[in-house]
C-alpha cells in the first residue's frame, strides 16, 4: 500500500489537523508515514500545502516525487489547482468549491470551478455549506477529510478514532460535531465518485 | 443473513481495527513527530539539563516541545526563551561549563547573531554535552536568506552531525552528547527546513539521568586570555584528526558498493533520501557515499574518488562538499553538482531535481492554469500592524519616499501592498541601526519600525546609540505583547519597554503609547507627525495583542463549541 496526498489550503484554514487525524490513523494501522508540513510566514493567509505519503514499506523522501501524487485534497478551490502539476495522470481531485477570498485578483469563480469539473477524477463540495448545516462552520476542514477518507485505504474506525483522540480534551459535543462532518464528507464522496 | 451481507464490510474493518489495537499495543510504540521534535525528545532521553533558544522558522518547535513536555518538566529542564540567539549560546555554554548537558537552538541567521560565542565555544571546548542546533531554510520559506551552517561548523573547527531523517535526528542528539563529553568540543546539529517541518514515526530508547554537574580539571580553560587561548587553540587544531577518525568509523556516513562504476555519488544528509526516491527498490545502480557527520570522512570519499569515472555531489544548501572535491582549479576527475549546473545553483533539492541530476525522467502533471492567482503571506484580518501603518502612511505623505526602515517580523508584510509601507528588512535590530545611519547622511526625518520582541532581541543596543547621537529619528516599537510571527511565543519584552526606552535614556514627553484602532487613527497620525519633527530620538509604542494570541487566549477561556480542530 502506497498513497501520496497533498493537502492544500490556505494558512489557518485547517489542512495540519486533517494530516494530524490521517497520520494518527496511518500510525496505528502500523503504517510508514511522512508528513512535510509548512510553518512560519506563509501561515499567515498564504498559500500553504502538506506532503503526506503513507506506505506499507519504509519512505525515503518527504516531499512527494512531481506527478506522483494520488490524491490532492483541498480546502479551497483555487488552490486545488496549484498543485495540478504534482498529480499523477490517475490521481484524483478533491476539494471544498467555497472560495477564501484573501487577494485582490483572486480568479473568476465559475472559471475555477469548470476547470475542476474538466478534471476526470474529481469530488467537488461546499464543504463549508455541509459544516454549517451540521452547526459548526469551522468543521469544514473535517467534512473535507470525510470526502477523500474513501480514497485512503485506512479503516473507517481507524480515523474516526483518530478524530477521538486528537479531540478528546475538547468535550464529547466538539468530538460529536466533528464526526459527523467527517461522516457527511464521506458520504458525499460515496455517492459521487 | 440481508443485513450480514450490507454490513460485511463494517464488521470486517471492525475485526480489523480491534487486531490492529491489541497488535500496537504489543509493537514497540512508536512517536510521531517533526524533525524539530525528535530533536527535543532525543535531548530530553539524553539527559539533557537546558535548552536555550530564541524562536526562529524552522526551529522553534525543537524549543516548545521541551517546554510542553511533562517529562521534562519533572526533570526540572530549563527551557525558558532567551532575548537573542547570543544570550541562548552563551547560556548553554554556561551549562555545559558547570557539567551539566545543554543545547542552544537557533534558525540558521540566528547563528550569525551567536556567532562569537560559537566560535569561541570552539577554543573554550565544552564540559558537560553542548550541542548546538542550526536549522537552515534553503530556499527561503521564511528567511532572508539560504546560508548553509555547515560552514559555520567548518569554521569553528567542530564536528558536524547532519541527520537525513527524524530517527537519526533523534538518535544523533544522544551520540552527540557522548561525542561532545568525550571529545570536550561543542558539537554542531544541522538541519533543514524539510527535516524540521516533517513528521515520522520515531522510537525511543531508554532515558537517561541527567549529569551531576561538577567543574572541569582545568579551570583556566574558559579564560580567553591570549596566552591560554593559543594553548587551547592547538589543542582544538591537534584534536581534529580524531574527529575525522570519528566520521571514518561513524555508523552515520556509510558506503554502499555499486556496480556501475561510471559515477559515484555522494549525499550528504536529507538528500539521501531524495536519491533513494529515484530508486524504488532502493537499489542503486553506483557506489553511495552517505555524509551525516563531519568532518568529511576523507578516506571513504578517497575510495570512491579512486574506483568511479567521475563524481555526483547531492548537498541541500550551498556545495560545501562539491567545492571540497573540486578544488580552485577543478583539474581532477569531473565533479557535478551545484557548481557546473548539474544541479540548480540556489534553492532546496527534491526528488526530481536529483531524478535531472541522475538523467532519468521523470513524470510530469498537468500545468498550473493561467488564470490561477498567486497568494503571499498577509497581515491577519484585525491584525494591529495594519492599523499603526495605515496611521504611519498618512504621517508620512509630507515627506518624500524611502525613509521607513523595519525589522523581522509580522509587520514586515506590510512591505506588500496594498500598505506597502517600508523600506528595508535586514537583520534583527537594523531598523533603528540603519535609520541612525541613514539620518546621519542627511534623511531627516527617518523612521524605524521594529517589534516588541525583536526590539529586546537586537534593538536596545541600538537605540542607545540613537540617545547617545541625538538621532533625528523616530522609533515605532510595534508591541503586539508577543512574538507573532513564530506562532505566538513570550516575548522578553513583555511589559518592559517604556521601563527600557528610559533607562536608556530617551526623554519622556517622546515617549508614546497609542493604541492602534482605526477610530483613533487621527490621533495617532497627529502624534506620529509631531515626533516626526521632533529632531531627536522620539519612541512611539503603538500597542494592542496580536489577534492570534487573543483567540487563542479566548478560546482556551470560553473551550467555544464551534472551535475548529
Known sequence: ?????????????????????????????????????????????????????????????????????????????????????????????????????????????????????????????NAEQIAKDLGSVRSANIVMLGACSPFLDLDYYLLENAIRNILQNKGEELVKINIDAFKAGLKFAEENK | ???????????????????????????????????????????????????????????????????????????????????????????????????????????????????????????????????????????????????????????????????????????????????????????????????????????????????KGGLHDNLKQFILLPAIARKQYKDLLNKQSEFEKASEESSFNKYIAGEDKKLGIIACGIANNYLMENYPDRKVPYPVLKICQYPVPKKIIEKIYDECDEILVLEDGYP????????????????????????????????NIVATALGKDFTKGKEIPEFIAGRPPSLCRGCSHNDTFLALNEAMSDYSKGRVFSDIGCYTLSALKPLESINSCVDMGASITMAIGAADAGMIPAVATIGDSTFTHSGITGLLDAVNNKSPITILILDNLTTAMTGGQKSSAFGKIE??????????????????????????????????AYKGVSVIIPRRECVQTLNKRMRAKHKIKTVSL
Not at chain 2, 540558521?108 to 566560535?119: E, K, Q, R, S, T
Open chain 1, 1 to 125: 500500500m502506497k498513497k501520496d496526498i497533498i493537502l492544500a489550503g490556505v494558512g489557518g484554514q485547517g489542512i495540519l489537523s486533517i494530516a494530524a487525524i490521517i497520520g494518527t490513523a496511518a500510525i496505528n494501522a502500523g503504517l510508514f508515514l511522512k508528513q512535510a508540513e509548512v510553518h512560519g510566514m506563509s501561515q499567515r493567509g498564504g498559500d500553504v500545502q502538506s506532503h503526506l505519503r503513507l506506505s506499507s514499506e519504509e519512505i525515503a523522501s518527504d516531499l512527494i516525487p512531481g506527478g506522483l501524487t494520488d490524491l490532492i485534497v483541498s480546502v479551497e478551490p483555487m488552490e486545488s489547482l496549484r498543485y495540478l502539476p504534482m498529480l499523477s495522470p490517475d490521481g484524483w481531485l478533491i476539494t471544498n468549491t467555497e472560495p477564501f477570498v484573501n487577494i485582490p485578483n483572486y480568479p473568476d469563480i465559475n472559471k475555477v470551478i469548470s476547470e475542476i469539473e474538466a478534471f476526470p477524477r474529481h469530488i467537488a463540495l
Open chain 2, 1 to 211: 443473513m440481508e443485513w450480514f451481507a450490507k454490513n460485511i464490510e463494517k464488521l470486517i474493518s471492525f475485526v480489523n481495527y480491534i487486531r490492529n489495537f491489541n497488535q500496537n499495543k504489543f509493537m514497540e510504540h512508536k512517536l510521531l513527530l517533526l524533525g524539530d521534535e525528535a530533536i527535543a525528545q532525543g535531548a530530553i532521553d539524553a539527559g539533557l539539563s537546558g535548552i536555550y533558544a530564541y524562536p526562529g522558522t524552522p526551529s522553534t518547535e525543537i524549543t516548545e516541545y521541551v517546554q510542553r513536555s511533562k517529562e521534562a518538566h519533572e526533570k526540572n529542564i530549563s527551557s525558558e526563551w532567551s532575548a537573542n540567539e547570543k544570550t541562548a549560546m552563551e547560556t548553554a555554554l554556561g551549562m555545559s561549563y558547570a557539567g551539566k548537558r545543554a543545547m542552544a537552538c537557533m534558525k540558521h541567521v540566528g547563528l550569525n547573531v551567536a556567532a562569537d560565542p560559537f566560535i569561541n565555544s570552539a577554543i573554550t571546548g565544552a564540559h558537560g554535552g553542548l550541542i548546538v542546533v542550526s536549522a537552515d531554510d534553503p530556499s527561503m520559506h521564511s528567511s532572508q536568506n539560504e546560508q548553509d551552517s555547515r560552514f559555520y561548523g567548518k569554521f569553528a573547527m567542530i564536528p558536524i552531525l547532519e541527520p537525513s531523517n527524524q530517527q537519526e535526528a533523534y538518535d544523533m542528539v544522544n551520540y552527540g552528547f557522548n561525542f561532545s563529553e568525550k571529545m570536550k568540543i561543542p558539537v554542531l546539529l544541522r538541519i533543514t527546513t524539510r527535516l524540521a517541518h516533517s513528521r515520522a514515526g520515531v522510537k525511543r530508547n531508554i532515558s537517561k539521568e541527567q549529569n
Open chain 2, 320 to 351: 560545501l562538499v562539491e567545492e571540497l572535491l573540486k578544488g580552485l582549479l577543478g583539474k581532477g576527475k569531473k565533479i557535478k553538482g551545484r557548481l557546473d549546473g548539474t544541479i540548480p545553483r540556489d534553492g532546496e533539492l527534491n526528488p
Open chain 2, 499 to 532: 521601563d527600557i526606552c528610559l533607562g536608556v535614556g530617551v526623554e519622556k514627553e517622546h515617549i508614546h503609547i497609542i493604541k492602534p484602532l482605526i477610530k483613533y487613527h487621527e490621533g495617532n497620525v497627529k502624534i506620529i507627525k509631531e515626533e516626526l
